[in-house]
């Protein structure tokens, strides 16, 4: 019976060695990671046969390496390419397009690893790009942890890995350098391609779209990655069109939309490669763009209300008959002052000035707010400083 090396990769990469186990041990760890309410679950060395890895929600990885093998050695970067290794040229530094310089490292991103991953981009004369993969994993917890540390030992980094469930976002490697997440398409190396090739794994299935139920406009940890992308002039669009549906026909994966065209890819619209990650996801979404906010509606100026206009229509209004008005719409901003403040009744705000009206003034003059007034000062015919205290408190100017 075959015996395993067993040691947990924390966070942070450093190595628990836990000693020898046996067949048994790791089938029983297997079975527990495949209870749907048990949060982890296990992934095999794609180029190491029996070499079984354990994601854990709380960011360790389980690995179990077979007694015997060759040692493990953590795949180093590609060497540099040749300059004359593709037709024409590269540009120099100061020949590269607009747009060719932004980000690097993302503000906040978990940092995963030495940071080393890749090297210099074979193409930088071409258009900037962006490749989307889905790990295949849950998402949530501390999965990014666990994940990242799986993706550096099977030597398969992207630049980034994100969570949509908790919106963080962790970084392997420079933006401005290639990933190594894809498989080359014959000699050309598909990680290298473009100005830059920004390659994302996020957490989740290709089956169930991680967009699903997924709001960008509350994640600034995907809008940071966006910002990132754009600052390398990558275009909002999806030039292979959008990410087809898993399972499903997949794409053709044409080499010359790859090669020519900037913008966002899924890892099934890559040539040379054949997984159909990240599924149906909703390019919307994907590329969300704040909108800015709507500049405010202008304060509509306050109506303007003459002392002398109210004075006139006092004196014509009262004696003239039933309804006569003098100055009607200004004796209305009036009235519907008197009416909030309880003094007059909403039947007698029509814009004549009578008695009513004259009654509910007075009120007002003689109250505290409206300067406590007595006597003939306090007699409904309005002055400038009462009518100044009820414009104060219902939006309109007094004027003389």
């Not at 890895?53 to 040749?82: M, N, Q, S």
């Not at 763009?289 to 304060?299: F, L, M």
Request: aromatic share 8%; net charge neutral.
């Amino acid at each position: 019976m075959p015996t395993y090396h067993a040691a947990v990769v924390h966070p942070n990469q450093s190595v628990t060695y836990c000693g020898e186990v046996d067949q048994a041990h790791v089938d029983t760890a297997r079975a527990i990671a495949e209870i749907d309410t048990v949060p982890r679950f296990t992934r095999e060395h794609s180029s190491r046969p029996g070499t079984v890895f354990v994601l854990r929600d709380d960011g360790d990885l389980d690995w179990y390496e077979p007694v015997g093998a060759e040692p493990f050695i953590i795949r180093r970067p590609d060497p540099e390419p040749a300059v004359g290794a593709l037709t024409g040229d590269l540009p120099g530094a100061d020949e590269l397009p607009r747009g060719a310089t932004g980000t690097v490292w993302i503000s906040g991103a978990i940092r995963l690893g030495d940071g080393s991953i890749g090297g210099a981009m074979d193409t930088p004369g071409n258009p900037p790009r962006v490749v989307h993969h889905s790990t295949e994993s849950p998402a949530g917890g501390k999965y990014l942890e666990s994940v990242g540390s799986y993706l550096i030992r099977v030597a398969s980094e992207p630049q980034l890995i994100y969570c949509p469930v908790t919106d963080r976002v962790g970084q392997f490697g420079p933006l401005n350098q290639s990933g190594r997440a894809l498989r080359n398409d014959g000699t050309r190396r598909t990680n290298r391609e473009g100005r830059v090739c920004i390659q994302i794994e996020v957490l989740g299935y290709a089956k169930s779209p991680w967009t699903n139920g997924w709001d960008p406009a509350k994640k600034p940890g995907w809008q940071k990655i966006l910002s990132a992308a754009r600052s390398w002039g990558v275009p909002d669009v999806f030039p292979a069109g959008p990410p087809a549906k898993y399972p499903g026909a997949g794409k053709a994966r044409s080499r010359s939309v790859w090669q020519s065209k900037g913008g966002h890819f899924s890892h099934g619209d890559v040539p040379g490669n054949d997984h159909q990650d990240p599924g149906a996801i909703s390019t919307v979404k994907v590329l969300y763009k704040a909108t800015a906010p709507a500049d405010p509606a202008p304060t509509p100026a306050k109506p303007k209300v003459s002392v002398a206009h109210l004075v006139a229509a006092a004196k014509k209004d009262v004696p003239a008959a039933e309804g006569h008005t003098t100055y009607p719409t200004e004796v209305r901003i009036v009235e519907d002052a008197l009416v909030a403040e309880g003094l007059l009744k909403r039947e007698f705000a029509d814009g004549s000035f009578g008695s009513k009206t004259v009654t509910a003034y007075a009120a007002w003059q003689r109250s505290k707010a409206g300067g406590s007034y007595t006597g003939s000062a306090a007699d409904g015919v309005p002055g400038l400083a009462s009518l100044k205290r009820l414009a104060a408190r219902h939006a309109f100017t007094a004027t003389t």
